[in-house]
């Protein structure tokens, strides 16, 4: 049992319920690159998206590399302006591999659509996007998102690497986080 709480986190997906959901993205994953005869590139999304990286992984019965991607997207610590910047590149190239973009969720879809972009003009055979969480009401740019877990409504969320302030990024469930009193919308 995990001991730490916090009355502002109300749980919204459980533990048990994000290993099932991660264990059949695995299991599809593996399925549609079985015929890949080479090794799959994930990338995951720093650094919300670490935790959902290492847990899909092992899910995917097929050899794969790793790589790490940060991002940082300006604004304040509940909204992204849209402006995205890379702050730490990859280690390899994936000039010729097949790569899947690991996201912790696609909220306004503007850093999905950055890497999108950012990637491709990287010539991989094909890039593809595996998202654990998506708010669709808050789609600026609609990207495709081959590999979904949960569709969730319009609430900031925390915790299976999603954070808020840098904290709860360890909690082994998806919680909703009440707005502190008093804080701007
Ligand atoms: P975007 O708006 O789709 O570009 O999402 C940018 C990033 O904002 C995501 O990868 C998350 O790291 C973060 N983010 C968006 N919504 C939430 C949330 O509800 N909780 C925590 N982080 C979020
Ligand atoms: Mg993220």
Do not use: W
């Not at 709480?5 to 991660?22: G, N, Q, T, W």
């Not at 080479?38 to 790793?66: C, N, Q, W, Y």
């Not at 604004?75 to 302006?81: E, M, Q």
């Not at 972009?117 to 708010?135: C, F």
Request: glycine share 8%; charged share 20%.
């Amino acid at each position: 049992m995990f001991a730490f709480r916090d009355k502002r986190c109300r749980p919204l997906i459980s533990a048990e319920a994000i290993a099932a959901k991660v264990a059949e993205m695995g299991r599809a994953i593996t399925h549609d690159y079985a015929a890949c005869g080479e090794d799959l590139v994930l990338i995951a999304v720093m650094k919300g998206s670490v935790v959902f990286l290492s847990d899909l992984a092992r899910h995917i019965d097929l050899p794969v590399t790793m790589e790490l991607i940060g991002i940082a997207s300006y604004g304040d610590s509940t909204k992204s302006s849209g402006v995205v910047q890379i702050t730490a590149d990859l280690t390899r190239p994936i000039a010729g591999k097949h790569v899947i973009i690991c996201e912790d969720i696609v909220d306004t879809g503007l850093t999905v659509a950055y890497l999108l972009d950012n990637l491709g003009t990287r010539k991989p055979k094909s890039v593809k996007v595996a998202a654990l969480l998506h708010k669709p009401e808050r789609s600026i740019q609609p990207v495709p998102i081959q590999y979904l877990g949960f569709t969730i409504p319009n609430h900031f969320v925390v915790g299976y690497g999603l954070d808020y302030a840098q904290r709860y990024r360890n909690l082994p469930f998806i919680g909703l986080l009440e707005p502190e009193p008093g804080a701007p919308d």
